[in-house]
Each structure stands twice: as C-alpha cells, then as structure tokens.
C-alpha cells in the first residue's frame, strides 16, 4: 500500500461534489457520527469499565478518556473519516466508538489504516461493533479506496478476534510486540489480521 494513500487519505466526491465535513454513515441500528459534549460521560465510564478495559494496559482517567475524544473529534474534522461515535437509532443512546484510523505508534506492518471498536458492557453481545464495523470499511474500500485494511489486538482478547473474523478479516499468523505496551502487563503480544480491498469485494 503506497504510503500516500495511508498517511494522507482522503474522502472521493460525490457526483463530483468534494466532501468537506464529516461523513456520517447509518447502519438498520446505528449512527457513525462526530463526537459531542454529551458523549465524554458515558464514555469516560465505559473507559473506567474493567470489563471494557480488560485488554488494555489500564484503565483510563476521565482526563485521559476526555483527550482521547477530543482527538478522536479533531481527526474526524481533519479527514472527513476516522473512529466516529456511535449512536443507536432506536433511543439515541451512545455505546462507543468505531472506525478507521492510522495507527501513530511504530508498528512492524506500517504504514496502514487499522479498523477498531470499543463499546459499552451493556451493548455487548448484540452485533453492534460487527454492524458497524461493517460499514466503516466500506467506506475505506469504496470511498477512500484503501488496497488494505487491519487489525490488531491482544492474543488473548478472542472477542475482538471473533469481530475481525465475521468481517471477513484473515490472522496473519504474524504476531508482534506492541510498543505502547508494557512487557510485565501480559498484554504486549499482539495478533495481526488483514482485509484486502480484493478480499472485501469478492465477498460482497
């Protein structure tokens, strides 16, 4: 994948209109959209969740959940695209974030343009990051035309690995050590999985 395509991607006009504000995608349940003043308490309580949190090296402070939003927010006014929150259609209610993004920390795959998810406990087990998921990488593969999409979580969060694989996502069998994570959390070993744009369209 050239890296001009992964470090400065950008959305394609729509009959042959620029897109110049943040794309909102809708799923038969869910609103991808930009993040609001309203969104950082739930958030910050999903962030201090340990169920939520189990794969990561810890928990986050409402400070540390509210930056993360704030550049979550930013990166979206940015590109047009990014990990957007999520809203159910049904009670307007936010359960977390899902999307696209380019990972910052010095990975053996870059450059790339990962897919991820968190959510709400309470949203758990219902299909909504798979859902959403769903839609974010069409946007990648159609819209961005991105030749590749990843993902990458802890070994053991089988979870997540379950999400990767309903969306069609392969396991590399290429495992590495993440660099933001610290050896003596049990979390640093990390599994990669792959989606290409070939892969994606022959499934479609």
């Known amino acids: 994948m050239a890296c001009s ?3 400065a991607p950008t959305l394609k006009p729509v009959d042959g209109v620029p897109v110049s504000t943040v794309v909102e995608l809708t ?3 869910l609103l991808l959209r930009q993040w609001g003043d309203s969104d950082r308490e739930p958030f910050a309580h999903m962030n201090a969740d340990p169920r939520v949190m189990e794969f990561f090296p810890s928990l986050m402070t409402r400070q540390e959940s509210n930056a993360f939003a704030d550049r979550c927010q930013s990166l979206l006014l940015q590109r047009g695209w990014g990990l957007w929150a999520v809203e159910r259609w049904d009670n307007g209610e936010f359960i977390g974030f899902v999307g696209l993004h380019v990972p910052t920390h010095d990975l053996p795959f870059n450059p790339c343009v990962e897919i991820g998810w968190r959510l709400a406990f309470a ?3 219902q299909g909504f990051a798979t859902e959403a998921a769903h839609s974010a990488l069409a946007l990648g593969f159609q819209r ?6 990843v993902s990458f979580t ?5 979870r997540s690995r379950a999400v990767m694989e309903r969306l069609g996502m392969r396991d590399a069998q290429a495992p590495f050590d993440h ?3 610290a050896q003596e959390s049990g979390l640093r ?3 990669l999985y792959r989606l290409s744009r070939q892969d994606w369209l022959a499934a479609q």
Not at 154 to 158: D, G, R, V
């Open 27 to 29: 799923t038969k349940r």
């Open 154 to 158: 802890s070994l053991k969060n089988l």
């Open 123 to 125: 949203h758990w087990g």
């Open 179 to 181: 660099p933001a994570v």
């Open 189 to 191: 070993r990390h599994c």
């Open 144 to 149: 961005l035309e991105l030749e590749e999409i």
């Open 5 to 7: 395509i992964v470090c």
